[in-house]
């Protein structure tokens, strides 16, 4: 299962919050360059989409809605959907938390509070293998396809115009209604399951109570009990 070493929210080119691993401390700097190539691309219109650029043996990833990025930088054995399913929580997390704070907040004016999440969530998409299911089933909502790749070591030596890696496919209703039908039957089975398994629990319980009543009352009519 890959990592996630770095991760960042942005506005444009406006870094606010980031939380990385010690092991990369260029990998800051690297993001900041990727999101300035990506307002200067778009011309600050800031469009929605979803690229991935590598670098060496690492893959930066940035999802970009609604005016907010969020990008991850993860090894190549992270492959797209964990880290895309990471930066889809992320960006959920973020906007639920600020609103439209974020739409004019100043450069890591949410960087105490939210890179703690930051480091949270990197851990968890790293480590947890239930991450990779839940990323599974995000996927059937809103996969992330024919995200091609370009290398940003050979673009900033060259200096040439990063292309855009879009991937603009709107999330698709039906997918959408499939996803939350498969969440909906998930959790009734739990519930079933922890119904049944309480009641078998209760009836073992009562039966081994009434079999210690008979051994006591000497008789399955509780003769001398009753």
Not at 82 to 90: G, Q, R, V
Not at 119 to 124: I, N
Not at 211 to 221: A, D, E, K, R, S
Request: proline letters at 2%.
């Amino acid at each position: 299962m890959g990592r996630i070493q770095y991760a960042a929210v942005a506005r444009g080119a406006v870094v606010m919050a980031e939380h990385g691993d010690a092991a990369f401390p260029n990998a800051g700097a690297v993001a900041r360059q990727i999101l300035d190539r990506l307002s200067a691309g778009d011309g600050g219109g800031g469009g929605d989409c979803n690229v991935s650029y590598t670098q060496d043996l690492h893959v930066f990833h940035v999802k970009r809605t609604d005016g907010v990025t969020a990008l991850c930088m993860a090894d190549d054995a992270a492959g797209r959907r964990i880290p895309f399913a990471f930066l889809e929580d992320i960006h959920g997390r973020f906007v639920k938390t600020y609103g439209r704070a974020a739409l004019t907040a100043l450069a890591y004016a949410m960087n105490d509070e939210f890179s703690r999440v930051l480091g949270q969530q990197m851990d968890y998409y790293s480590n947890d293998p239930n991450a990779d299911r839940i990323s599974r089933m995000r996927g059937e909502m809103d996969q992330v396809r024919n995200v091609m790749i370009d290398n940003i070591d050979k673009v900033l030596e060259r200096g040439d115009r990063l292309e855009l890696l879009v991937d603009k496919t709107a999330t698709m209703q039906g997918n959408t209604m499939r996803f939350k039908r498969q969440a909906r039957r998930f959790r009734n089975t739990v519930w079933w399951r922890n119904v049944k398994l309480t009641a078998a629990s209760v009836f073992i319980l009562l039966v081994i109570i009434y079999i210690v009543l008979v051994y006591m009352c000497h008789g399955f009519t509780l003769p001398s009990c009753i």
